[in-house]
């Protein structure tokens, strides 16, 4: 078991310098390592899949726009489904057993308040997850494909309208099984499918074990990381659970002290957090990019607290932001009129020269993404 005391000393500059290493945006990854990538950074958020791509691009060397889609949807080396928060995710399909174990371990849809929002039993829940898996194996269904046939064996005349409500709250219990996740579109209408007859055979993982993975893997893009940091992004345990899981890691893991912020990290990862300085680094990184999601909001050395309400806005939305050294110094926005691609930058503070012109050079680099001529605006 790791020891919790003397915890070791970290300054927020030597580990933001670290997870901008770790994100690959202080130096973007190789041409074709989009895959390693994604499992790096535990996954892709994929509210917006436009966003999905952008946060390929800002750490993968000359990535193509076409490669998400087709890792998706032809080579299937990638797989969309509802994930760490409920939210939507491209995770590497090789590991969607992982991802799947750990998920199961949620719990939330199990418990009264749910049920009772829902109008369901604990009994009709497990009926709904089953039959749900039944209709997808070996086809590809839109929303209200999938309640008609759903509906139909359970034999249920109310249940279509719940189950094509807008934000998939009662499908997501039957992802987290491992009973559903996305198809190809039919047009603009969303499909899903089951993952055992769209994803390779592969071999089931205990589920403790997984999330003992998986929290190894999230301090490892995202720590040193407080107990808060993790229970908010896994958003299946408590802070006292996401404690437990630090402490299950034993001596892989170890307590540190960051500038007075209780944190854990991976042991093996601690000389070289020591050792990580500023590189003049600088990021367009696209609404719900990872790294804004999993950073450490609280922090003013992440983001000054009067500029907090416009990144982590309202209803969850993360707004694009201006990465320099690791912390969100502006916010932006693009737009494609025409053949050009217009950028505008609105800074919260003033920032050295040297990002001004990484900030310019990273525009160039996303109209040449999205094929059009750079036009960019900077405020403040």
Known sequence: MAKESPARRLSWKQVLAWR???HHLRERADTGSMLQVVVSICGLHAQLMSSAELSVWARVENLEREEVQQALWEERSLVKTWAMRGTLHLLPSNEFPLWQAALSTYDHYLKGAWLRAYGMSQPELEKLIETIGVVLNGSM???????????????SEDLPARLTG???????????????????????????????SWLPAALPVEPAEALREVTRRYLGAYGPATREDFARWWAGLS??????????????????????A??????????????ATPQKSVSLLPAFDPYVIGAPRGQAHFLAAEAKARVYRPQGWIS?????????????????KGSRIEVA???????????????ERETERLAVFLEGEPLLKIEG
């Open 20 to 22: 901008v290493d770790r």
């Open 141 to 155: 269904l839109t929303r209200e494909e999938l309640a008609r046939r759903v509906s139909q064996e359970i034999g």
């Open 166 to 196: 807008s934000w998939g709250s009662m499908l997501k219990p039957a992802a987290f099984r491992g009973e559903l996740c996305f198809a190809p579109n039919a047009g603009r209408n969303v499909r899903f499918t089951r993952p055992a």
């Open 239 to 260: 802070p006292a659970g996401a404690l437990k899981a630090f402490k299950a890691l034993g001596d892989k893991a170890l307590p540190v002290d960051v500038e007075g």
């Open 262 to 275: 209780e944190s854990w990290m991976l042991a093996g990862q601690l000389e070289d957090v020591t050792k």
């Open 320 to 336: 694009p932001v201006v990465l320099v050294n690791g912390r969100i110094v502006g916010i932006w926005k693009h737009e494609k």
């Open 345 to 359: 930058v609105d800074l919260f503070e003033k920032v050295p020269a040297w990002a001004r012109r990484k900030v």
